[in-house]
């Protein structure tokens, strides 16, 4: 049996789990997992999908997160922490899946943040045989200063 396949090494979390770990708010978790509806513009229900989706199958009926689903909503937690919005976090997230052909661009590389200042920006650090140069970094919104995220 493949290891992947049989579950084992995993690691399987429930929401309740995973914002106990976090130390994050089950109604926040929720939101970053399962996305949320709320009132558009217009006046009419919107929907907002899920900015970390569970990359395991619900389990009898419940959302189960990985061990890389929590490290993704780890690095979440500490760049919202540092003062990027939800909506910011989001389009960084966006723009590393469109630059590295990765499920989980959060937990699979390094991410930074200015160390210091107002500007809020996310720099994610390319790896060797892609198609940036190695050592580079993608960067959204704009230039500055680095301080990893832990």
């Excluded at 690691?11 to 009132?39: C, D, I, N």
């Excluded at 490290?71 to 003062?83: C, N, P, Q, Y």
Aim: net charge positive; aromatic share 10%.
């Amino acid at each position: 049996m493949e290891f992947a396949k049989s579950g084992l090494g995993v690691g399987f979390y429930s929401p309740a789990e995973a914002s106990r770990l976090l130390r994050v708010h089950r109604e926040t978790l929720r939101r970053w997992v399962m996305g949320y509806t709320f009132k558009g513009r217009s006046g009419r229900p919107e929907q907002q999908a899920a900015l970390i989706p569970p990359s395991l199958p619900r389990l009898d009926g419940q959302v189960a997160l990985s061990f890389v689903d929590l490290i993704e909503l780890r690095v979440v937690k500490a760049l919202i922490e540092r003062g990027l919005s939800l909506q910011g976090v989001r389009k960084a997230r966006d723009l590393a899946q469109k630059h590295f052909p990765v499920q989980h661009p959060f937990a699979s590389r390094p991410v930074y943040t200015p160390r210091q200042g107002r500007r809020k920006s996310v720099f994610i650090q390319t790896f060797e045989g892609e198609d940036l140069e190695d050592g580079a970094f993608i960067e959204w919104p704009a230039p500055g200063h680095l301080s990893q995220v832990e």
